[in-house]
């Protein structure tokens, strides 16, 4: 009979911390939720999660909220179908896709100079180009709102790119933005995917499941990129700090990219904008 009592008070005690952990879990965080160690291998998708999930709202303000972790998508208006080649930034007369920017002024000097880095980062080798906007009716706005995100694609007219201080100053993550803008969802929403790589669907949070739909994506005839910004890490959105997202064939393949755009990245942009691959870009 005592036994009976000792486990009954012991089964009582183990549901109390259950019932505490989730109060005091972190804001969107899921029971049980455990942060996993750094060990400086983080991907640009990572930081972002972190940025996005723990201290910025999913729901940017009245009617648009984040798909994917970092799309920014707005309700009522007609979202085009960006996967493919719709939403391009229009290209000039010389080959180069001019995306014209204005910087918000609250960025100090040396957050401005990490912007810029992010646009070097996919200038170089590729024929797009960031211009300081002048008179350029479309143009992307960069401002440190909450959390890090971007629309997908040209919009047209101005379009917001969220780049929070600090957490989203980070040249990879900046990159990372940059290239939604573009036009570019992440890597593994390829609707071939299931080729390359195994999401293990038990270990994500269940309340961010639909981050790993598979799109129609144009995949431009390029190989799948493991390495690719626009891949998330190995343990994205993970529960039980196990493995989400694990290569097929090989474990040892590095999911994504910390803070530079892969050669593969770098031949997307010059695909979907017809560039070619010219040496001199
Ligand atoms: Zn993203």
């Not at 626009?230 to 040892?252: C, L, R, W």
Request: glycine content about 8%; charged content about 25%.
């Amino acid at each position: 009979m005592d036994r009976i009592i000792l486990l009954c008070m012991v089964s009582t005690c183990l549901s109390a911390v259950h019932t505490q952990k989730f109060l005091f879990s972190p804001k969107w965080g899921p029971i049980g939720y455990k942060e996993r160690e750094e060990h400086g291998d983080g991907t640009a998708m990572d930081e972002i999660i972190k940025a996005n999930e723990f201290q910025a709202s999913r729901i940017i303000d009245g009617t648009t909220s984040l798909r994917e972790g970092d799309i920014a998508v707005s309700a009522g208006r007609r979202n085009k179908v960006c996967f493919a080649r719709s939403c391009l930034w229009s290209k000039s007369v010389d080959g180069h896709v001019y995306v014209a920017y204005r910087l918000s002024p609250e960025y100090s000097e040396m957050e401005t100079k990490l912007i810029k880095k992010g646009m070097e980062n996919i200038e170089e080798g590729t024929c797009v180009r960031f211009v300081p906007r002048t008179h350029q009716r479309d143009y992307i706005d960069i401002q440190p709102k909450s959390g890090c995100w971007s629309y997908l694609g040209a919009r047209g007219g101005r379009q917001t790119v969220s780049l929070q201080s600090p957490d989203c100053l980070q040249v990879g993550v900046i990159s990372h933005e940059f290239m939604h803008a573009l036009g570019f969802v992440h890597e593994q929403s390829r609707f071939d995917r299931d080729n390359y790589v195994t999401i293990m669907w038990p270990s994500i949070w269940r309340d961010r499941l639909r981050n790993f739909e598979k799109f129609k994506t144009d995949n431009l005839d390029l190989p799948y990129d493991y390495g690719s910004i626009m891949h998330f890490g190995m343990y994205a959105y993970s529960q039980d700090g196990e493995p989400t997202i694990v290569p097929k064939n090989s474990k040892n393949i590095k999911l994504g990219q910390a803070s530079t755009l892969s050669h593969i990245d770098k031949l997307k942009i010059n695909r979907l904008y017809k560039c070619g691959t010219k040496d001199d870009y």
